[in-house]
């Protein structure tokens, strides 16, 4: 209980500077809206026969998820503990008798609640301008996949912060390594206009994965419980293989 | 004798080939404000590093609050208060709820408000961390270390690139922290701070300690002579009339001036002297000075040999 107590105390803190930073509110909230609408804008509303008919928009609204969630949690967590780490933030907590692991599960439970809330908003937002339906019997298949994708993301936002040197180089890193998945895995552009090798190719990692697994737990029409296991498998090798290098390379202080 | 609260012995670490530390001997006692001192690079950061548990020793006994810092445990930790020579904090956060913040690792912390007062921040309590300027960031810091209400603080350069009013107050804060029965172990470059504030003041030079005393009797100052100097007009009765040994004539500033120097290890009888023959020859004698060696003069004789 007092683990809970420690945890939630550091998470209120951590969504208090979340909010606080206009950087992040425009990057993790805003954009994804506004990528939203911009590709709604210029690909239009055509149905996409290869995928069973259904509206580009509709297509976007668990592609858009996806970005959201990737950003709140692994491109967020990976910036943001670089930036406390090269600030000297971590090593000064470490000197106080706060368990180590709280720092992290603080920003962590933030990652989660934002990618959350923003599931909500992405859903809302292709409800509202492009009457995108809202998969309310799907909820549970997309909270699933919100849980695991959510977690591991984390975890490979924590292992990138390895192979990140300094704050300055943070967003380079996550935004080299984000933006040709999201290109490859059909995120900004729809999938139908990607040759299949490619589309293999973005299999091999979790950002393709885990649109997979958003598309088909928010598929319209599927009746039951429509979960792409092997997909969430993917994602959550990903993640395994991304805790494991995390828990071996995470530094709490900046290189001397 | 009651037990210190800090003992290091033989104490060693190094990087790579570089000996940081070669053997330092330390005791703190309770109730001390401590300074160690000495050049860039000569061990300081790292033996308070290894003392706050931060980094790990090669050889050597030590003991923190009767733990060894190498296994810091969450109750000990409760007992210290560390401020790094980095100035750290979450530039969001406003000056009371930075200390919120710190105040909820703590299982029996100080009244947050108490804490801002302590450190004079009350005017700036909603203040964002990040507009402060940086004696008041600094303190910030230093209040951040006291929120815990340990019975050890650790303040590495507390006042570097501080303006001297600021130091002035951050003088204030630390010796205020003395009435609170806290142990202080700090590092400075600034011997002003260590004669100010400190019991007891170590000098580290290469890894080792060259000298641990108070500031009044550190490297035999006590002993060391009074140097004495006065000017008088070129051309009258020469000062060397006096009868003083060892007495130094130079040219003054200017042509009509000579500056006279000697040290003395009797400066009262001296000075009885050199005055009653000033006023005999009715001269007077232009910026006397008698000037004690002070802690920087001694800490620069033991660090340059």
Redesign the interface.
């Known amino acids: 209980m007092t683990s809970i107590r420690?945890a939630l105390?550091?998470f209120r803190?951590s969504q208090?500077?979340f909010w606080?930073?206009p950087g992040s509110v425009f990057f993790t909230v805003l954009l994804p809206v506004l990528f939203l609408v911009i590709f709604g804008t210029i690909f239009g509303n055509d149905p996409i026969d290869t995928l069973g008919g259904i509206p580009t928009t509709t297509y976007y609204v668990p592609a858009i998820v996806t970005l959201a969630v990737v950003s709140a949690t692994m491109v967020s967590l990976a910036v943001n503990l670089t930036t406390a780490r090269e600030?000297?933030?971590l090593?000064?907590?470490?000197?106080?008798?706060?368990?180590s692991w709280v720092f992290i599960a603080g920003r962590v439970g933030n990652a989660v609640v934002v990618s959350a809330l923003m599931v909500v908003v992405v859903t809302l937002v292709g409800k509202l301008l492009y009457g995108a339906p809202v998969p309310w019997r799907h909820a549970p298949e997309i909270a699933l996949t919100l849980v695991i994708g959510a977690a591991s993301f984390c975890c490979l936002g924590v292992a990138l912060t390895a192979i990140i040197p300094s704050r300055e180089a943070a967003p380079a890193i996550t935004n080299v390594i984000t933006l040709p998945l999201y290109f490859l895995s059909g995120v900004f552009i729809p999938e139908n206009e990607i040759p299949d090798g490619v589309l293999a190719f973005a299999g091999l990692f979790p950002v393709r994965n885990f649109f997979e697994a958003f598309f088909t737990a928010y598929g319209s029409d599927t009746t039951g419980f429509s979960v792409e296991w092997l997909s969430l498998l993917a994602v959550a090798a990903w993640g395994l293989a991304g805790l494991v290098l995390a828990v071996r390379f995470f530094r709490w202080?900046p290189k001397? | 004798m009651p037990e210190p609260v800090i003992s290091i012995e033989g104490l060693h670490k190094s990087y790579g080939d570089v000996e940081a530390v070669r053997g330092v001997d330390l005791r703190v006692e309770a109730g001390e404000i401590f300074a160690v001192v000495g050049p860039n690079g000569a061990g300081k950061t790292t033996t308070l590093e290894i003392l706050e548990g931060y980094l790990d020793r090669d050889a050597g006994r030590v003991e923190v609050l009767g733990t060894d810092p190498a296994e810091p445990t969450r109750a000990w930790r409760e007992r210290i208060g560390i401020v790094l020579q980095e100035t750290a904090l979450e530039t969001l956060l406003s000056v009371r709820e930075s200390l919120e913040l710190y105040a909820g690792y703590y299982s029996a912390p100080r009244p947050v408000d108490e804490v801002i007062d302590l450190v004079g921040l009350a005017g700036e309590a909603n203040r964002r961390a990040g507009r402060l300027s940086g004696g008041q960031k600094r303190r910030l810091d230093v209040g951040l270390a006291l929120v815990g209400d340990p019975d050890l603080l650790f303040l590495d350069e507390p006042t570097t690139g501080f303006d001297p009013s600021a130091r002035r107050q951050a003088w204030q804060m630390v010796a205020g922290l003395r009435d609170l029965g806290k142990t202080v172990l700090l590092t400075t470059h600034y011997m002003e701070e260590a004669q100010f504030l400190a019991d007891r003041v170590a000098v580290i030079n290469h890894g080792v300690v060259v000298a641990d005393d108070t500031p009044e009797r550190l490297g035999d100052r006590g002993n060391l002579p009074t140097r004495i100097s006065f000017q008088v007009p070129s051309g009258g009765p020469s000062p060397e009339e006096a009868g003083i040994e060892g007495i130094t004539i130079e040219p003054g500033s200017h042509d009509e001036i000579l500056k006279a120097t000697f040290e003395s290890s009797s400066p009262t009888a001296d000075l009885a002297r050199l005055t009653s023959w000033a006023v005999e020859a009715g001269i007077e004698l232009e910026s006397l000075e008698a000037r004690r060696p002070t802690l920087e003069d001694v800490y620069l004789d033991l660090t340059n040999r």
């Open positions: 420690l105390h550091e803190f208090k500077i606080r930073n600030a000297g933030l090593k000064r907590g470490r000197g106080t008798p706060q368990p202080t001397p």
